[in-house]
């Protein structure tokens, strides 16, 4: 309990939280988290077959475009579910580097990567 709130109290801008404010908050981050990573390419799917089922009418140009856009929002939404999913105490994303330079996006870790906090109920 100590080290939560030495942590906390670091951070400044957190205040003193209960093991279980730290578990909830951090489920919510992760719900959260998951349902921007999901919809992502769903997004962007959609956004491919509006461009190919528009590209007559509309022309290359703008099918192009609509098509460009739904990856950008898709690769915006993968990109805001990895910050979603931070450590309520230490405010770090659960990303940690495996082998030969690739990263491996940890939601379902017990305890944070970087502080060592309890992030689920055992």
């Known amino acids: 309990m100590n080290r939560l709130n030495d942590a906390a109290r670091r951070q400044g801008h957190m205040q003193r939280l209960s093991p279980n404010d730290i578990i909830r908050e951090y489920a919510t ?6 349902w921007l990573i999901l919809l ?5 799917f959609g956004a491919f077959f509006l461009g190919v ?15 460009f856009g739904g990856m950008v929002v898709a690769f915006s939404f993968f990109g805001l579910g990895i910050h979603t999913a931070r ?8 990303i940690r580097r495996v082998v030969a330079g690739r990263w491996r996006i940890e939601l379902s ?8 906090v309890p992030l689920h109920s055992e």
């Open 87 to 94: 450590c309520p105490v230490c405010n770090k994303t659960q």
């Open 53 to 67: 089922g528009f590209a007559e009418e509309a022309g290359e140009k703008a099918a192009g475009l609509i098509i």
């Open 109 to 116: 870790t017990q305890h944070c990567l970087k502080c060592g």
């Open 29 to 34: 981050r992760k719900r959260r988290a998951r």
């Open 40 to 44: 992502g390419p769903l997004i962007a």
